[in-house]
């Protein structure tokens, strides 16, 4: 089997287009989305449309969770905040409806689907570390798991003697951020893990950045989150 693994679009309707592009260019048979949807950008709608029209399997991230739970916009930065309020307002009955459903986590296969960590997925800390990711070896049964999340792809060996992806050993692995890269790269980054050929690959896809920042700006979203697009920071 082949499984995309997507991960925090932020409502980037150029990046997540292109990502679902290159995912068919490398003929998935599945795709899992590890949340954070909305927030942020500027096509919150649309690319839930695109999600729901691909069938995508989608975990709930915190700015999911804040669309329609106002409380939990406590602890979100000024222009997190200002841009989940705009989401909200952008966002129909149904679609606050579909964000309320979403899971917190999904396992199949020896594989865990979380947004932030396998210990406590409804709550929103950040895994950034391989000693960070080691102390959560015993908090989930499953050979693999996959989070978002921080933004940053990452792949974290539960054995400090493994460097590698390999089929045996077990791993926390972050794909990246589709939509609010912050590793300095710009391009869409998403994961391919290949069940047959035993590989996980991290692929970063050019897209019109240009468009989306624009976009932005013209939603009257706060300016930094257009450039921060542009610099991948
Ligand atoms: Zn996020």
């Not at 068919?24 to 927030?39: F, P």
Request: net charge negative; proline share 4%; glycine share 8%.
């Amino acid at each position: 089997m082949r499984l995309a693994i997507i991960s925090d679009i932020h409502s980037n309707l150029e990046a997540l287009s292109a990502v679902l592009e290159d995912i068919d260019r490398h003929s998935a048979d599945r795709i899992i989305c590890l949340g954070d949807v909305v927030g942020y950008g500027a096509d919150p709608s649309a690319c839930m449309a695109l999600l729901r029209g691909r069938g995508v399997d989608i975990i709930m991230g915190n700015h999911d969770e804040a669309a329609f739970s106002p409380e939990k916009r406590r602890y979100f930065s000024e222009n997190a905040a200002f841009a989940i309020r705009w989401t909200a307002k952008q966002l129909g009955e149904r679609e606050l409806d579909e964000l309320r459903s979403l899971p917190y986590r999904i396992s199949f296969d020896g594989m865990l689907f979380v947004h932030s960590t396998p210990r406590s997925p409804e709550r929103w800390d950040y895994l950034f570390s391989g000693l960070e990711a080691r102390s959560q070896s015993a908090a989930f049964r499953e050979r693999l798991c996959f989070v978002g999340h921080s933004h940053q792809p990452a792949i974290f060996s539960l054995e400090p003697a493994v460097q590698e992806y390999s089929a045996t050993g077990r791993f926390i692995i972050n794909p990246g951020s589709v939509g609010q890269p912050r590793d300095g790269d710009w391009r869409a980054s998403y994961g391919l893990l290949d069940t047959v050929a035993a590989t996980y690959d991290n692929h970063r896809v050019d897209y019109d950045v240009a468009v989306a920042a624009r976009k932005i700006v013209a939603a009257g979203l706060p300016r930094r989150l257009a450039e921060r697009l542009l610099d991948g920071r």
